[in-house]
């Protein structure tokens, strides 16, 4: 797991993460980009982690992917990110296509309902909490 301050260098990320899995004969690699879209007048996304939960989740879906024989990676924004730009990449390194392919999508909507990540719309310099857009957690927040 890696996290960022501001946008992602999605090609540097990507291609570190081929090098470092180079000689580790897997034989399917699917990666997920999320960039952020201009819609609704935002100038931008705005982004707070608590890191220690995102890292037992993250750990998880290593145990997950590692009993099937592959290995999971993902980088995520902190702060600001502007349209056209990405906050999130991840990737699914495994022996056969199928598991990389079910891995891959099974991660990313755990992720995107699951992940202790609160975003913010950036409207005229200001951030403001996107409620419709956020998934809460169970348990969390002063009424759970």
Do not use: C
């Amino acid at each position: 797991m890696e996290l960022y301050d501001g946008p992602l260098d999605v090609k540097e990320i990507f291609g570190r993460w081929l090098d470092e899995q180079a000689a580790s004969n897997y034989g399917a690699y699917i990666p997920f980009v999320g960039t952020i879209r201009a819609e609704d007048g935002i100038e931008a996304l705005s982004f707070d982690i608590y890191e220690p939960v995102l890292k037992a989740w993250f750990d998880s879906w290593q145990e997950k992917a590692k009993a099937r024989g592959a290995v999971v990676k993902m980088a995520h924004s902190i702060g600001d990110v502007p349209v056209h730009t990405s906050s999130y990449v991840s990737a699914v390194f495994s022996p056969k296509r199928r598991v990389a392919l079910e891995l891959i999508e099974e991660f990313v909507e755990d992720f995107k309902a699951n992940a202790p990540i609160w975003k913010y719309d950036v409207k005229e310099g200001k951030r403001i909490y996107a409620a419709d857009r956020s998934t809460p957690m169970d348990g969390s927040g002063l009424l759970a």
